[in-house]
């Protein structure tokens, strides 16, 4: 995963972006390991979904969960993998391939 730092984001909220498994992050601040350990799961998660199946899944998922209940972001399953073990720096090492679909 390479990290690309950046005064080019979209937003001020936004802690960093994940596109195509490269990461790009403000130039300003430091970047946390949570938020690296975040990007790489999702970096894994692009891999085994052929980057396009992953974006086309996650556009799909965020319109349906938009109409549930709570966040629509934070119910997509590859956002409550990556939340869930964003703080273990060794989860891939031990992570199974999809195993966001457990969080469906």
Known sequence: MKIVRTDL????????????????APKSGGLLQKTINHEAIHSAQMKEML???????????????????GNAYRNIAFEKEAYAHEQDKYYLKRRRPYAWLKRL
């Open 9 to 24: 984001m979209p937003g001020r909220k936004l802690a960093a972006i994940n596109l195509f498994g490269i990461v790009f």
């Open 51 to 69: 980057f396009i199946l992953f974006y086309l899944w996650y556009a799909v998922e965020w319109l349906v969960r938009l109409f549930g209940k």
